[in-house]
Every structure is written in C-alpha cells, then in structure tokens.
C-alpha cells in the first residue's frame, strides 16, 4: 500500500523513525525534560534516527547533544508508533525505539531550545506528572524491564 496524496499532505515528512533514552542516575531515578515541541509536557530526551545511523547510536547522540551527560546504553525497552498526537506540536507519523542509559554524572547542561526544564524523579512518580503521550507506555516497560533485570 503506498501513500496517497493526502497521506503526503498530512504527514510530509513520511513515516519518522525517533526514539528515545531513559536514563538512570544509579540511585534509583530517571530523568525527565520538558520540551516545546510537545507542549511544554514531560518526555524523555531523543529525535530523530537518521538514515544510515543505528538506533543505539542515533539515541545515544541525541541524549547526550540535549542534556550534556555522557552515556551507556544498558538495553532497549520497548518500540510502537505513534500516529497525530494529542501532545506533539505538529502531525507527524512516528516510528520510535526507547532505551535505557545510564549516567554517573547528574550534571545536566540543557540547549533551552529543544528542552526547558528538567527532573530526576522516581519512575513510579514519573507515572504521576504530565507525561507527553505514549510515554506511561515507556515507563511502565521500564519498570517491567527493571524488574525481570532483578530476577536475572
């Protein structure tokens, strides 16, 4: 099936491959960072994979331009699609891939233009803010990603 022209009018940029990192502070918190682009509502630090970038790559490299921290990557935890959401500041069909890091500083140096604001939070608190959508999703598969890490 290929897209009609109004798919190509609703969605100009085609289909988006994204992602985005959760990342650990090593004391039990992850963070989160408010953007614009998803009006002013708490997400996760990520983008766009570019073409001929791996998705490890690609997240790694949009963390770390957005928050200053330097990364390890620990594991993927979940994928899906998005299509026009509520919460993003224009139509778009996204693809994403999320991952979790892991830093050892929490010395954060925000661009201020792709995010304003940022909070290490308990992941179960996370699940209580104004989360873009989707990203309830990205934590609770966190959660169920940290607890079968546990049993390992």
Not at 24 to 31: F, M, Q, V
Not at 35 to 40: A, D, T
Not at 60 to 80: D, H, N, P, S, W
Not at 134 to 150: A, C, P, V
Request: proline fraction near 4%; charged fraction near 30%.
């Amino acid at each position: 099936m290929s897209m009609t022209v109004n798919d190509k009018q609703q969605f100009p940029k085609g289909v988006e491959v994204v992602g985005s990192s959760i990342i650990e502070d090593g004391e039990g918190k992850i963070l989160l960072v408010k953007s614009p682009k998803w009006h002013n509502k708490w997400v996760m630090p990520g983008g766009h994979i570019e073409p001929g970038e791996k998705i490890e790559t690609a997240l790694l490299r949009e963390a770390e331009e957005e928050t200053g921290l330097k990364l390890q990557c620990v594991g993927m935890i979940t994928f899906g699609e998005l299509i026009n959401s509520k919460d993003f500041h224009r139509p778009a069909h996204f693809v994403y891939f999320d991952m979790v890091c892991k830093t050892g500083s929490k010395d954060i140096k925000l661009d201020k233009t792709e995010l304003t604001d940022y909070v290490w939070v308990e992941p179960r608190q996370a699940l209580t803010m104004d989360l873009a959508e989707t990203y309830d999703k990205t934590i609770e598969d966190y959660l169920k990603f940290k607890n079968s890490d546990k049993r390992a």
